[in-house]
């Protein structure tokens, strides 16, 4: 005469588990990676800038900018030319 409530079977509670975790893993690769983006190609938080070897590396249009670095210490750091 009782009957038995349905319940969620234990493999289901299992997939969502791995299924949990492998968006977890996901997200922090994906959000590590977007962090990264750019790293070495500008100076330090500078829209439109790049990184060059030496002076005359700079491209034309752009100029050294002394105050601002490059995360590879060894290049110089050039922004867009304000002429």
Do not use: H
């Amino acid at each position: 005469m009782f009957k038995k409530g349905q319940g969620i079977s234990m493999n289901v509670i299992i997939i969502a588990a791995i299924a949990l975790l492998v968006l977890v893993i996901l997200s922090v690769l994906v959000l590590n990676a977007g962090g990264k983006i750019g790293t070495g190609t500008n100076c330090a938080g500078v829209q439109n800038s790049e990184c060059a070897d030496s002076i005359a590396g700079c491209r034309d249009g752009f100029i050294r900018d002394i105050t601002k670095s490059c995360t590879d210490k060894t290049r110089v750091c050039c922004i867009p030319s304000p002429i």
